[in-house]
C-alpha cells in the first residue's frame, strides 16, 4: 500500500460570502414564491380579478409569513408550557398538603 505525505496546511483558507449569498438567494426564493402564493389566493378567492384589493392581498401575505415561520408550532409549545406548570403546581399543592 502506498501512503503519500502531503504537506498539511495550518491554516485553511475559507470563503466568507459563500453561506451569506447562500442565505440572500434562499430568502429571495422564498419571499417570491409567497408573493406569488399570496397572488394566487388573493385571485381566487376574489372570484379570478386580475387586480385584488390590497388590504385583502397584504392579509393573506401575512397568514403566509405566520404559518410559515411556524406559529401553530408556537401555540402547540405555550399549551404545553401551561399544561406542565399547572401539573407542577398541583403535584406541589399534593405534596405539601
Do not use: N
Not at 385583502?56 to 402547540?76: H, K, M, N, Y
Amino acid at each position: 500500500m502506498i501512503h503519500l505525505k502531503l504537506p498539511v496546511r495550518r491554516s485553511v483558507p475559507r470563503c466568507s460570502t459563500g453561506p451569506a449569498s447562500l442565505g440572500y438567494l434562499c430568502r429571495c426564493r422564498l419571499v417570491t414564491s409567497s408573493d406569488s402564493g399570496s397572488l394566487v389566493i388573493d385571485s381566487i378567492t376574489t372570484g379570478g380579478k386580475v387586480d385584488p384589493p390590497v388590504p385583502q392581498r397584504i392579509f393573506w401575505a401575512t397568514l403566509e409569513g405566520a404559518i410559515s415561520v411556524g406559529l401553530p408550532f408556537t401555540v402547540v409549545l405555550l399549551l404545553m408550557c401551561f399544561s406542565l406548570y399547572k401539573g407542577l403546581s398541583e403535584e406541589r399543592r399534593s405534596a405539601l398538603g
